[in-house]
């Protein structure tokens, strides 16, 4: 029996991609990573993370991972949700798997999961597998956990690299963020446009472009 765990990282920063990353497992594995003691990525630091991602790709029989970047993210935001992108991008990223899961876990995006459920029978047919859809799966299910820990060590590595290239701190990259939120005011009075990494159909970054567009024209006033 193949158990698919689904979760993401990066869902509401300003900054990046989002990270959607799927561990497959054998009865055997899930044993394995339940031993390991896997847990939500949340309740891990960052080192802890980084060791138990390399266990879980030797554990795992598949690991697959699709980023959602910034860009794509806000072009396909002009004509959907965040949840429904997230449903497409998971039914994408079941479709990858060359073993076919006999049960998928999902950690539930949606404030019910039967919305999120009804979301994915769009793209995929879900009654092809045992489908859990839940809140908090990341913290009950061990393989879901695997899944969240591979995505926010994606997530982090993105961050750090985005960093590097332009030489700014991001922190996290979420709206309360003050660093990050400082690093792109400071483009925008640079550039007079937003950097290519933020999302710009985010309120905050609407809210900085509208801030400092305000305080040039009052420059001329």
Known sequence: MFILGIDEAGRGPVIGSMMIAGVL???????????????????????????????????????????????????????????????????????????????????????????????????????????????????NYPVVSAASIIAKVARDAHVEEIAKKYGINLETGYPHDREAIKAIEKFFEKDGKLPPFVRKSWDTAKRIVEKKTQRKLSDFE
Do not use: W
């Open 25 to 139: 497992v054998d009865e055997k594995g899930l044993e394995e990573l339940t031993s390991l003691g896997v847990k939500d990525s949340k309740e891990l630091t960052k080192k802890t993370r980084e060791r138990l991602a390399k266990n879980i790709e030797l554990i795992a029989r598949e690991v697959r991972l699709i980023e959602v970047t910034a860009n794509q993210i806000d072009t396909m935001r002009k004509v959907m949700s965040l949840n429904e992108i997230e449903a497409r991008k998971i039914a994408e990223l079941i479709e990858k798997f060359e073993n076919k899961p006999d049960k998928v876990i999902i950690d539930c995006p949606d404030p019910e999961p039967e919305l999120f459920r009804n979301r994915l029978r769009k793209y995929i047919d879900v009654d092809e597998y045992e489908l859990i859809v839940e809140h908090k799966a990341d913290a």
